[in-house]
């Protein structure tokens, strides 16, 4: 490799690193997200408390970062004031101060204190879905894999699916169980695996010397 080529391939990688680290888009995925509804409020569910997930992808910038966490990882969420649910299909907006803490052992975390969220029912599938903004109070804190930091606002969303039966009076959801995924992400800093830098670096210098070729 020429001296020309060792400083393009720094500069591609450092280039690639300034823009994650400056603006990187950051996503945590859930996999086997439990929720219980009790008529006021949305809780984690399953056969444990705090529900244990089955992984936690970390993806920086659409890129997947280290192998997905698949021990320890556990869900405590509350979401309250969420009442009168139509049985029929529709949405509700819950009350602020909902929390929302992920644990990926290690002693690496997640705290966050949530704002009001909209909860959306859908009959026809039965497919109870949730969307809202969340963002750190003083007291939230975070420890994650990767050098990573996501700052404010961050977004949630929950796609579960009705496990059990719903039960329901006077027009309005009593009760439900369901299973599902959801999604953290918000824009902060994170730092690439070694081999994804590489690559980054290696497809740099392929399309340079592509375009110095065509010319």
Do not use: W
Request: include cysteine.
């Amino acid at each position: 490799m020429t001296r020309f080529s060792k400083l393009l391939v720094g500069a591609i990688a450092l280039i690639c690193l300034t823009q994650v680290s400056s603006a990187a888009l950051i996503q945590i995925q859930l996999g086997g997200v439990d929720l219980t509804y009790n008529g006021t409020e949305i809780i984690d569910g399953g056969a444990s408390d705090p529900d244990q997930l089955t992984n936690a992808t970390f993806m920086i910038d659409g890129v997947q970062v280290g192998d997905p966490d698949t021990t320890d990882v556990t869900l405590d969420l509350r979401i309250p004031g969420v009442a009168g649910i139509p049985d029929t299909g529709g949405k509700v907006t819950s009350a602020a101060g909902g929390t929302l803490d992920l644990q990926l052992g290690d002693g690496q975390y997640l705290s966050l204190e949530l704002d009001a969220a909209t909860v959306l029912y859908q009959q026809e599938t039965s497919t109870i879905g949730f969307a809202f903004a969340c963002s750190a109070a003083t007291n939230a804190g975070l420890n994650l894999p990767h050098e990573i930091s996501i700052d404010n606002p961050i977004g949630i969303s929950f796609s579960t699916r009705i496990t059990e039966p719903v039960s329901q009076s006077n027009g309005s959801i009593d009760f439900f169980q369901s299973a599902g995924t959801g999604e953290i992400q918000g824009f902060g800093v994170g730092v690439p695996e070694p081999a994804t830098m590489g690559l980054l670096a290696f497809g740099g210098l392929a399309l340079l010397r592509r375009r110095r070729n065509q010319s």
